[in-house]
């Protein structure tokens, strides 16, 4: 009997713990009756996305005490700050009119409130992982009757959560306020206030592997779709036209220019020389402040990687609509580990123009995108510290930041700085560079540096525009970009734009005798971003968005992701520009 019973209790145990298994938040599998984790997390008005607060900054019903969910790095920096509820949603179990708690609500608690309301504040809850959001009042205007032409302000008092479930999986929620269960706040009295809600539970067909899906329908939309398919058409036929009017403009004339005799000597049938034949001599004097020039080349590399390495994490499903927090923790993991392709391309190129002072090179890419992004970054923090928004940075995240990019960023750097150093070539020149510069003719305002950073900034910018319309959306809205292979095909089109009017913009500068071609080659393929920034405040100016902290957030934060821009498209710029250089002084010296 003893061994009986002991059988009785191992079997017990083991189907306790297989129910557990099978049953958990971690693999989202529920019984009924199960408890399924619900957090609150911040509430914020509907036109300034960045301005959000903790969810009991406002004097709703809150336990006794509130714990806060460990988050990880990139929920922090999101603005996610997850906190326990006193709603208790258990799994399959109805529940009609439950009331939450009685709360008494003071003059101030009702002014917040009422403020709250006539700013159109919204909440974000989580409920098994599941984002939901729902407005916290209602505003009626009377003005069309005769008694009171004053607006009322109203507060929901009454929740209806509706949740859909196949099986044992929760698939949707949404939280709906009850307009008919209102309270008056538009005066500052007293008020006692019974907080209820609801919870309705129904059955659907979705598949629990695509309940993430609903969030993105409003981005799948039919009209959404043919604005994206008109710009892709717009960008393949800007790129044809360009692609032909650089075959048929400059490459006929660079033929006929190749056919001609070419003089390599330091004589008279030198002054018979037009064009860019006639700089043979200069076209490879390398440029002023070499090592600004070489740190720009190898952040420009960097930042290139790490786009393409996003894109590639999106291709594989590793970053989605409403990962909390991944696409914050991929960047800043992203950033340390390329970082050593930034010293490698800075200290290898370095090498190969100057024999001494990689290291300096090294260390001014290390700080030429941290620098501008810490300040920019501490200024923001101030902002939202000052307004006590959840944008703010806890200082313990500044300090695992400052952590990582010591212990991770840095050494990475200086190994790709050393790698660079040691396995450093020659600069592979066509023609020798002779001693002396020669003089640059005076030049037509058409010619100069700031036309021409027009041109090769606003042709690529009007064939992106359209998408970059979108991305601005995302960023500062709540429309979900789901269409990640649009959008990379739209950046593979701005690289080659860019490679393409580079070339050709360094072609018209050579043909006119100017041969300090390597700095405004990295101008010309970098002014896209001049056009990408004005046309973010255009865009706010446009937008609902107001106040202090959105404007701050909407500036600060985009004029960061323009440099970045600046320093990929510059880097690409001079690139395609140098091989096309090679290439031509090649020909002609074979010749």
Known sequence: MEAFKRSLIII??????????????????????????????KVGPLNNPSETYQYYELPFCRPDPVIQKKESLGEVMSGDRLASALYKLNFRENKVAETLCHKKLEGDDVAKFRDAVSNDFYFQMYYDDLPFWGFVGKIEDYSWTLE?????????????FDVLYNGNHVIEVHA??????????????????????????????????????????ASSLPIHQKIHWFSFINSFI???????????????????????????????????????????????????????????????????????????????????????????????????????????????????????GWERSVLLAGIMYTGP?????????????????????????IMVIILI???????????????????????????????????????????KT????????????????????????????????????????????????????????TYIQLSVEDHQWWWRSVLCGGSTSIFMFAYCIYFYARSSMSGLL???????????????FFLMLGTVGFRSSLMFVRYIYRAVKSE
């Open 238 to 356: 800007t790129i044809t036209l360009l692609i032909g009017l650089l075959a048929l403009l400059f490459m006929r004339r660079l033929k006929n220019d190749l056919r001609t005799r070419f003089s390599t000597g330091d004589n008279e049938e030198d002054d018979k020389e037009v064009g860019w034949k006639y700089i043979h001599g200069d076209v490879f004097r390398y440029p002023r402040n070499k090592t600004l020039f070489c740190a720009v080349m190898g952040m420009g590399t960097q930042l290139l990687t790490l786009v393409c390495c996003l894109f590639l994490l999106v291709c594989l499903g590793i970053l989605y609509p409403y990962n909390r927090g991944t696409i914050c923790t991929a960047l800043v993991i992203l950033y340390s580990l390329t970082s050593v392709v930034a010293g490698y391309t800075t200290a290898s190129f370095h090498c190969q123009i100057a024999e001494t």
């Open 405 to 447: 990019y010591t212990f991770l960023t840095i050494p990475l750097l200086v190994l790709g700085g050393l790698i660079g150093y040691l396995f450093r070539s020659e600069f592979q020149s066509p023609c020798a560079t002779k001693r002396y510069p020669r003089e640059i003719p005076p030049l037509a305002w058409y010619r």
């Open 12 to 41: 017990s145990l083991l189907l306790t713990n297989l129910r557990s298994i099978a049953s958990s938040p971690d693999n989202h599998r529920y019984d009924v009756g199960d408890h399924v984790p619900l957090f609150v997390n």
């Open 550 to 564: 959105q404007f701050s957030f909407v500036i600060g934060y985009n004029a960061c992701m323009c440099y970045a």
């Open 450 to 505: 700031p036309c021409q950073m027009f041109l090769g900034g606003f042709l690529p910018f009007s064939a992106i525009v359209l998408e970059l319309q979108h991305l601005y959306v995302s960023l500062w809205g709540y429309r979900i970009f789901t269409l990640p292979s649009i959008l990379f095909f739209m950046f593979i089109v701005l690289i080659l734009l860019t490679a393409i009017l580079s070339v050709g913009l």
């Open 176 to 217: 709906i306020g009850d307009p008919n269960r209102v309270v008056d706040i538009t005066e500052d009295v007293v008020i006692d206030v019974e907080f209820t809600y609801s919870v309705n539970w129904n059955t659907t067909p979705a598949a629990f592997d695509s309940r993430m899906d609903r969030y993105s329908r």
């Open 373 to 397: 992004l810490f300040v920019i970054g501490s200024i923001l923090n101030v902002v939202a510290v000052s307004y006590g928004a959840t944008a703010a940075l806890p200082f313990g995240t």
């Open 148 to 160: 009171d032409k004053s607006p009322k302000y109203f507060l929901f008092k009454h929740v209806q």
